[in-house]
């Protein structure tokens, strides 16, 4: 019994052991993301990096759809039908070169949303990445939870993601 409930306190101690601090992710929306944070520039988007432990990271990334072409109402439009989440869905396992395992259009404190999970196969092994995608105007957030294959950090995803402030 004792090893059971330390199987389930282990993934607690482990968060509590990182430092998390508040990142202004542009005038709009705010997240917490484990200390030490790293900014970069993926391909032409802002984004925000911190490492969990060895075996996971957390990223916040900014996609501005304007400089893609797509305005507010544009966009807006396209939220509406469900070929675009295909689309995107598409886009974002090319972009990071992994394999949709799902997909589910959702809403994120009353925007369109968009949740995926991603297989990764990379130089330094497999990962598993859960993403969170929302959209404000013409700009998607994206926030991911990046995971060595055979471990899990639903404790930070769920820091993470319960850590979203949007003005």
């Known amino acids: 019994m004792n090893k059971i409930i330390l199987l389930f306190l282990l993934p607690v101690s482990l968060l509590l052991n990182v430092e998390w601090e508040r990142v202004a992710i542009d005038k709009k929306v705010s997240v917490l993301l484990p200390k030490p944070i790293e900014k970069l520039n993926v391909d032409g988007k802002d984004a925000w990096y911190g490492e969990i432990d060895s075996a996971g990271k957390c990223m916040v990334m900014i996609t501005d759809m304007g400089k893609m072409g797509m305005d507010s109402k544009?966009?807006?439009?396209?939220?509406?039908?469900?070929?675009?989440?295909?689309?995107?869905?598409?886009?974002?396992?090319?972009?990071?070169?992994?394999?949709?395992?799902?997909?589910?259009i959702t809403t994120f404190k009353g925007?369109?949303?968009?949740?995926?999970?991603?297989?990764m196969e990379e130089e330094e092994g497999t990962f598993d990445t859960?993403?969170?995608?929302?959209?404000?105007?013409?700009?998607?957030?994206?926030?991911?939870?990046?995971?060595?294959?055979?471990?899990t950090h639903s404790s930070a995803e769920a820091k993470l993601i319960s850590s979203i402030i949007i003005k």
Request: no cysteine.
């Open 74 to 104: 544009t966009l807006a439009e396209e939220l509406k039908r469900k070929e675009f989440y295909g689309k995107l869905k598409n886009g974002l396992a090319l972009g990071s070169n992994g394999k949709p395992r799902n997909g589910q």
């Open 111 to 119: 925007y369109h949303a968009y949740k995926i999970d991603i297989t």
């Open 130 to 151: 859960k993403l969170l995608n929302f959209f404000i105007g013409a700009k998607m957030y994206t926030f991911s939870v990046i995971s060595q294959k055979g471990t």
